[in-house]
Each structure stands twice: as structure tokens, then as C-alpha cells.
């Protein structure tokens, strides 16, 4: 069974660039959420993909979007990077079949923008 | 999703239990309590949830008050690479942002 795995682990950006975090979920979920984690806070909800569609969203500009392809696996875009973007971003994978939600998560990128 | 409530921080000797408390007195009928953790520059980790009944697995228990206001995570044995951030979170989706946790530092 693969865990769930994201890439690229670091990025750089500049402010006003735009980025795309990639991050393929865990074999048999259908299900992908994404969240931004800064510094000393827990990671705070983003969105969610299921099926691909979104399927909730948490207090986030629309400069942030995602996708999420037939394989479940999914992109998280970021338009006009701001410096207080910078964060670990994290995708996390469950299976709204199994009845519960047990999230999966992985390692994260680390954006940094200058 | 209810609001949940967790000290700061905590400390443990190592291989002496280490027992997370968690409010959560707004919590609904259908919200399940669920645990993670999250060691320096890692993903979050999965520990155990509950709705009701106490629950146990290779990693902790789950012990849930009857009125289901509150909980406490139980690490029976705590070892050095238990020290993480602990997260408690209420809910009844995936969708829900988690709080700061409390973070649990294991010393020899």
C-alpha cells in the first residue's frame, strides 16, 4: 500500500508568482484535502476534492484553487503569491466509503516566498 | 464543527503514561473525537477516534466522558519519540481546520 506522498518537498517563489503543489493520495481514497500550516499553528483547512469536485472549503481566497484528477490524485494553484503565503502545505487522503474520516497525510511542501 | 479546547503544553517521563485531556462541550450527537499527532517537520498522524465508547489500539486509548464533553488521550508507555504536538479535533466531515494542539515533551 502507498502512503501518500507530495511534491516538490521545498519550493521558492517570488511574490505575485503563482505555484502548483502536487500530491497523490493513498491507493483506495477517494477522497483529498489540503491545508496550509504556519509556522507554530495547526494546519488550518483549505479545501476538499472528492470525486473531482470540491466539495467544501474553508476561509481562503479564490487565488487558491485545486484539481482533482480521475486517479484521485490532485494540484493545489496558487495565483499572486503573497509573502504571508509562505507555510507548509498539506494534503491529506481518506475514503468517505469506509464511513469515518481518518485523514492521511503527507509530508508537505514547504513554500517560502520572497 | 465544535470547538475544542487542550493545554499548551505538557511533559511525561519516559515510560510513564502520558494522558492528553481535551474539552469539547459543544460537541453534537453525530461528531467524532478524533486524535492526531504531529512530529517536527512531519505530516500530521492518524492516532484513534471515538464517538461514544472508549477505544483502543496499537497506539493509545481513547477514553470519552459519558456526557461526551470531554476525552483524554492515554500513550501507556511514552517514549522519547512520542514527543510531538497532539491534536484534538471534533467533527463530523474531513473538512475541519485543527486547533494548536498541546505539545508533549517526553524526557528521559
Known amino acids: 500500500e502507498t502512503g501518500v506522498t507530495q511534491s516538490p518537498t521545498h519550493l521558492i517563489k517570488t511574490r505575485g508568482q503563482q505555484v502548483t503543489l502536487r500530491c497523490s493520495s493513498q491507493s483506495g481514497h477517494n477522497t483529498v484535502s489540503w491545508y496550509q500550516q504556519a509556522l507554530g499553528q495547526g494546519p488550518q483547512f483549505i479545501f476538499q476534492?472528492?470525486?473531482?469536485?470540491?466539495?467544501g472549503r474553508g476561509n481562503f481566497p479564490p487565488r487558491f484553487s485545486g484539481l482533482q484528477f480521475p486517479n484521485y490524485s490532485s494540484e493545489l494553484n496558487v495565483n499572486a503569491l503573497e509573502l504571508d503565503d509562505s507555510a507548509l502545505y498539506l494534503c491529506?487522503?481518506?475514503?468517505?466509503?469506509?464511513?469515518?474520516?481518518?485523514?492521511?497525510f503527507g509530508p508537505g511542501t514547504r513554500l517560502t516566498v520572497t | 464543527d465544535a470547538k475544542t479546547t487542550q493545554p499548551t503544553s505538557m511533559d511525561c517521563a519516559e515510560g510513564r503514561a502520558a494522558n492528553l485531556p481535551c474539552n469539547h462541550s459543544t460537541i453534537s450527537g453525530n461528531e467524532y473525537v478524533y486524535w492526531y499527532r504531529q512530529i517536527h517537520s512531519q505530516g500530521p498522524q492518524y492516532i484513534i477516534h471515538g464517538l461514544k465508547n472508549n477505544e483502543t489500539n496499537e497506539m493509545a486509548s481513547l477514553i470519552i466522558t459519558e456526557d461526551r464533553k470531554s476525552s483524554t488521550l492515554i500513550l501507556p508507555h511514552a517514549t522519547l519519540r512520542d514527543t510531538a504536538v497532539y491534536y484534538c479535533?471534533?467533527?463530523?466531515?474531513?473538512?475541519?481546520?485543527f486547533g494548536d494542539g498541546t505539545t508533549l515533551t517526553v524526557k528521559p
Open positions: 476534492y472528492y470525486r473531482e469536485e470540491e466539495n
Open positions: 479535533i471534533v467533527r463530523v466531515s474531513s473538512k475541519s481546520t
Open positions: 491529506a487522503s481518506s475514503s468517505r466509503t469506509s464511513g469515518s474520516y481518518e485523514q492521511y
